[in-house]
């Protein structure tokens, strides 16, 4: 099969095995942030086009190289040619009780954002792109994969500052009012994100979806302990239940939801690329894709 990446970088990889995982529970004491990298560099079989990246060997993959976007859509694609729905019990954020059931996501439909041309020049080049965001002038940078080891070290170390160390790892330096130099040390990146505003946050979260795109990882799901009933949504992880080793008891019927500008049965059953117009839609949009 041919899975394409939002960068335009394109690979072919087989379905995920029984052996893969055994592999995974292998290193189930390594870094989580580190699973996505592993679990795709098993799959993969080929280049297609690299795309942006410059691999020293034309059939190789430098999973270092390549952004941590395009790492999250290849799981997600391979994952949905293996077996495109996934079963999570998430913890309600509510009441703080495990989920009694199962919550059946259906990868087919999840929506992937595409790499904007400035986004694909950044990681050709490697140069900083700059956003005035919020007063600032903010230099970002892609997550790549060199990066997974340091982000998930930060993150075991301070589960508390999960989302600050994920926002402050795209920035590669900040021109503020009242600076006279550039911030560019991770510790006082983050003790200047922690004194911005809200909306801070959110330009940061805005500018990389658009430059580097990836997948909208948001599921909904309502609490199932009668107490609570509350309706939330989630991240879905690309943890050790995305690689099935989660619930198995699928629930009765399977939440399906679609938005976006293409999907992953979009991407399944053409690939393409951010330069190339979306393909039309078949008539029959239930219909499974063919693989290759």
Request: hydrophobic fraction near 35%; charge should be negative; aromatic fraction near 6%.
């Amino acid at each position: 099969m041919q899975i394409p990446c939002p960068s335009g970088f394109e690979f072919t990889a087989r379905k995920w095995v029984l052996g893969d995982r055994a592999k995974l529970l292998a290193v189930k004491d390594d870094q989580p942030t580190n699973l996505p990298k592993m679990m795709v560099q098993l799959a993969a079989t080929g280049v297609v086009s690299p795309g942006p990246y410059s691999f020293k060997d034309s059939h190789l993959i430098d999973w270092d190289k390549v952004s941590m976007a395009d790492i999250a859509v290849a799981n997600i694609l391979i994952r949905a040619h293996t077996d495109d729905t996934i079963l999570l019990q998430p913890m309600c954020r509510i009441c703080r009780s495990l989920q009694r059931d199962p919550k059946a996501v259906n990868l087919l439909d999840m929506p992937i954002r595409m790499a904007s041309q400035e986004g694909v020049d950044h990681l050709r080049t490697g140069a900083p792109v700059r956003r005035e965001i919020d007063g600032a002038q903010v230099y970002l940078k892609a997550v790549r994969g060199m990066d997974l080891m340091v982000i998930g070290t930060l993150q075991a170390q301070e589960e508390e500052c999960i989302e600050e160390i994920q926002m402050c790892s795209t920035i590669h330096e900040i021109h503020a009012a009242g600076k006279a130099e550039p911030i560019k040390a991770l510790p006082e990146l983050r003790e200047f994100y922690r004194a911005q505003s809200w909306e801070f946050q959110r330009g940061i979260s805005a500018a990389i979806d658009e430059l580097f795109g990836g997948a909208d990882m948001t599921y909904t799901f309502r609490c199932d302990h009668i107490e609570c009933r509350s309706e939330q949504e989630q991240q879905l992880p690309l943890d050790h239940s995305f690689y099935g080793m989660g619930p198995t008891r699928k629930p009765v019927s399977l939440p399906t939801s679609s938005s976006g500008a293409k999907s992953v049965r979009e991407l399944m059953r053409k690939p393409s690329s951010p330069s190339l117009p979306e393909s039309p839609k078949s008539p029959d949009s239930t219909s499974q894709p063919e693989l290759k």
